[in-house]
């Protein structure tokens, strides 16, 4: 069974828009850190950080809770809020 990849990316892409569920990326900025800090703390590849950052790919609960531990912030500012919340 051949997978045909491209309509696949096609699909996801317009069925599965890409959201910014995490700020991991903007709280490394703001505290002056590079990506390269949480692979070195972490001890995980270079490639998952960047798919973190990138919101590709969401770090599970307790690395979460370990990335906000070393950046020393609340958990909650690791995360974008909810589009329901900002209804109200």
């Known amino acids: 069974m051949q997978v045909d990849f491209k309509n696949q990316q096609i699909i ?3 069925f599965m828009p890409d959201y910014k569920i995490n700020r991991i990326s903007e709280v490394l900025e ?3 850190m590079k990506n390269n800090d949480l692979v070195v703390h972490l001890k995980v590849k270079k490639e998952t950080v960047s798919r973190w950052v ?3 790919q969401q770090p599970t609960l307790n690395t979460l809770n370990d990335i906000a531990k ?3 912030v609340d958990i909650r500012e690791l995360l974008h809020q909810s589009e329901w919340v900002k209804v109200k």
């Open 12 to 14: 996801k892409n317009k």
């Open 70 to 72: 070393f950046l020393k």
């Open 30 to 32: 703001e505290k002056e």
């Open 54 to 56: 990138n919101n590709k």
